[in-house]
């Protein structure tokens, strides 16, 4: 299966967290050609800072195959992970971490960070970035557009403004 097909299915999380006044991301997590854990953002709908669309994928992979340890697995996500992301999917083992757009604001991977390229990790994450990135940054700049015409809920996280 294509990197892209994956992404697809990613931006279709995205499009989900958008529908709920969430800030667009979305993520899968694919072991062994199959999708075995989805997420979107949802910090505001669970009033948890920690329901980034990474992290809603990895506990819903977790519990699909029994075990926190993910390895030989890959996760989608439509934007650069932030610093408590890139450390779950070390956490997880997971094998490669595919994204999509940027996030120069809050980018944990290669923007204003590199941590999963940090020697002392007991782990390392294969990185391939920027597949479909031009409709990722579109969703986003789409919602912050929206947010600063007032039409959606001011209770949004903006750290992806940067992004827009």
Do not use: W
């Amino acid at each position: 299966m294509s990197d892209e097909l994956f992404m697809q299915a990613a931006l279709g999380e995205a499009q989900q967290a958008l529908a709920s006044g969430e800030v667009p991301v979305g993520a899968v997590v694919v072991c062994d050609g199959r999708i075995i854990g989805r997420g979107s953002n949802r910090p505001i709908a669970d009033s948890d800072p920690t329901a980034h669309a990474e992290i809603v994928a990895l506990r819903e992979a977790g519990r699909a195959l029994g075990n926190y340890r993910l390895g030989g697995c890959e996760i989608y996500v439509t934007v650069e992970p932030c610093a408590m992301c890139a450390g779950a999917i070390v956490h997880a083992r997971l094998k490669r971490l595919i994204y999509g757009a940027e996030d120069p604001k809050a980018g944990a991977v290669r923007s204003i960070m590199q941590l999963l390229e940090n020697r002392q990790l007991n782990h390392r994450v294969e990185v391939t970035a920027g597949v479909l990135a031009g409709r990722a940054q579109e969703i986003l700049q789409s919602f912050f557009r929206q947010r600063r015409e007032g039409s959606e809920s001011p209770s949004a996280d903006a750290s992806f403004e940067g992004s827009s």
